[in-house]
Each structure stands twice: as C-alpha cells, then as structure tokens.
C-alpha cells in the first residue's frame, strides 16, 4: 500500500502590510520633512558653517511656508505627513525666535523718544521723488541711508528738507554706479572719523532729547557664495572697532546682509555687545510680500537704549524696504 503523501511543511508566513497610493505618500511627505527639520536643528545649535548660515537666512520664510503646507496637509487628512511639519514648524519657530523676539532693554516710560529712519536705496534707484515721499512720510528725527544714487545724492537737499546736520560717507563706486552712505538729523550732528579700512560706513553723534547719540550707518557684503565667507565676518570686526570708541548710547543702522539670528548677527550681540530690533516682517527682497521677506536691513543698540516699536516705511524703488525704529532710554 502506497503511503499518503505528506504535504511539505512550509515556515510561517510573513505578510508585508499592502500600503494604499494615500499611505504611500504619507510616507513619501513625512521624509520630505526630514531635511527641513535637520536645518533648523543645525540653526538652533548655533552652527558656524557657511552653508548652514545660509540656510539660516531664510528660515523665518520657511516658517511660514511650513505652518501653511502642514494646514494643507491637515485638510488632505494626511495625518503623517501633517504631524511631521507640525514638528517642523516648531523647530523651526524656535530657530527664527531669537529673530523675532530678541533680548530687549526695558524701556522707560518717562523718557523721550527717538524715531529713526533706515533704508537701502539700491544704487540704481533714482527716483528721487518716490525717496523723499518715504522720507516725509515717516517723520523721523534721524536718517540713515545706504547706497544713496547718483541723482538722489545731487538732489540731496530735496531728499532731506527739514534735515540740515548731515555726515556723508566717501563715494563707493560699483560696477553701474556710484553710491553714499549718509546720515541726517534735526538735531546737530558731529561727525566721527573714517572707518576703517573694508568698512563701507558713516558715524556721527547726535544731539537729542536724551543726550548724546551714536549712529553708525553700515553696509556689509553679501555672504557666501557671492562673497567670500570672511568678508562679513571682518567687516563685523572692524564695526567692532568703531564702536568701541564710543562712549555712551549707540545704534547701528543699515543694510548687514544677515538676519539677526545667523552668524553675523550673534557676533555682533556677542562681540560688540549691540542687540537687534524685531526682525518681523522681512525687509527683502520687495518682490514677495514682506511676511515672506528676509530680514537683512536691521537696527542694532546698545543695552542703554531700549526698542518702542519697529515698522516697515513706504517704498523707495529700491528692492529693499525702509524701517522706521523708535528709541528711548532704557529703564535702570
């Protein structure tokens, strides 16, 4: 008699889970996460490398961009991927917080206040008329411009009507065009020396309500790529020098090429000891609106001297937007 056939023992089985296309871009959408929260935690960390500075730059526009893919994705019900960009999002809050909401001197209340004009004019804008509108519109007590135009320089005294102390930058000739850097008041102003050597700069001291003020106008270079990474990190040095010399209040006003919560910007609250205005909304490039803009045109002071507001002034034609800070003495 012929055994049965005994049926060929098999191992245990191990069904793969069978995902659906939705989970499988879930899945593809959580990974997509991944890079975006490594930079912020790089920023976060305070890393010195150049290429992380500059991603740093555009983290507060990342932000944004973030907080509104993660709400799509939270309507799409794609939970993964929205509960990755959550984390994100907060990681990247953290990183631009410092930017935002940065350490602040208390401001007393029974001081007065300065108001303070700043703007990058771009060296080809000659729209000498839409500058001076800015100008007049803010009604600021005191001016400072960067990459003032040729046509605007010859027509100075209608740019600043109502402004008779000025200082004046030497003539920074670019590949298109010449340009100056100048402070203006309503007050009366002394003009410091020369900066230093690479530093394309202007200083003076006005004579205000709470006595005297220091005001640095300055331009740093672009970082790297388009410069090399040294540049903006000696000029800083040399800005360091300048302020060192001066005794008594200080703010620094102009176009860094940094945002305040990147390399550049905590060598000058660590090294020269000067703390940033808020950095909310962006001030470039005016082609995207300014809550997507970045903040590189900034306001620097010294702890002696407190920020009361800060706000975006009307256009100049230029592709940066101006800033209108007011100041007042800090309270003891």
Known sequence: MTNPVQPERQ?????????????????????????VAGMALLVLAGVGNRFVDLLAQFTAP??????LLTLGLGLLRLKAAAGAGGLAAVLLALAVWPQWFPEASKPDTGAAVVRLYSANLYYLNNDTSRIRRSVEA????????IELASDPALR??????????????????????????VIASRWPLTVRDDPPDG????????????GPIHVVGVHLTRPWPFQHSWGQISQT????????????PVVVAGDFNSVSSGRIGRQ?????????APGFPGTWPTDLPSALGITIDQ?????????????????????????????TRAAR
């Not at 620097?300 to 007011?326: C, I, N, W």
Request: glycine share 6%; aromatic share 6%.
């Open 11 to 35: 191992g245990p089985r191990f069904n793969l889970p069978v995902w659906t296309r939705r989970q499988w871009l879930d899945a593809v959408l959580v990974a997509g996460w991944l890079p």
């Open 62 to 67: 990342m932000l944004i961009a973030t907080v």
């Open 138 to 145: 803010a009604d600021a007590d005191i001016v400072v411009l």
């Open 156 to 181: 100075i005294d209608e740019v600043l009507a109502g402004y008779p102390y000025r200082a004046a930058s030497m003539r920074l000739d670019q590949t298109r065009g010449p340009s100056r850097s």
């Open 199 to 210: 530093l394309h700069a202007v200083a003076a001291t006005a004579r205000t309500p709470l």
């Open 237 to 248: 040095m040399a800005l360091d020098a300048i302020v060192e010399e001066l005794d008594g």
């Open 268 to 276: 000058v609250r660590r090294d020269i000891g000067l703390r940033p």
């Open 299 to 327: 306001v620097y002071a010294s702890p002696d001297l407190a920020f009361v507001s800060r706000r975006l002034a009307q256009p100049t034609g230029s592709d940066h937007r101006p800033v209108v800070t007011e100041i």
